[in-house]
């Protein structure tokens, strides 16, 4: 397996969901969170082609993460984290075992309840997806709410 970018460390955000697909990496930069893998036969589908369930999983985790991040950074105080409102993708391309798969994200507004961000998925810089998402901010505070 090759090594990642110059840049990356192992992503520091670990879920049961993404366990199967480690190693993940990452670089945190000023105004986002950038994720990446090289795909293995373990990220494809019968096909042997990078999993859509994947770039969306992964697309999403960029996202939201880089909305806390700026969230953060812009005084906006913890939040008690974020939850996905809506996510969409288009499939732009295809990506094959062995190219590093980097989620970008491009576009972060954020308002008083709700975090907006776009985000391009690359496969050795050339682009596969392109995917937007709205984050509900939570509140640390909550009160009388049930999960």
């Not at 993708?89 to 075992?97: C, F, N, Q, S």
């Amino acid at each position: 397996m090759s090594l990642p970018p110059t840049g990356f460390e192992r992503h520091f955000r670990q879920s049961p969901l993404t366990d199967p697909w480690e190693p993940l990496y990452s670089k945190i930069l000023d105004d986002r969170v950038v994720i990446g893998l090289t795909l293995t036969a373990a990220h494809t589908n019968a096909r042997g082609l990078a999993h859509g369930g994947l770039i969306a999983a992964l697309a999403d985790n960029a996202m939201g993460l880089s909305c806390g991040l700026v969230l953060r950074n812009r005084g906006q105080g913890e939040t008690g984290g974020l939850l996905t409102v809506s996510l969409s993708l288009d499939y732009l391309g295809m990506a094959k075992p062995g190219q590093w798969l980097e989620f970008d994200t491009s576009f972060i507004k954020t308002g008083a309840s709700l975090c907006f961000a776009q985000a391009f998925v690359t496969a050795d810089g050339i682009p596969i997806a392109r995917a937007d998402a709205r984050f509900k901010t939570l509140s640390t505070a909550k009160t009388g709410s049930k999960a």
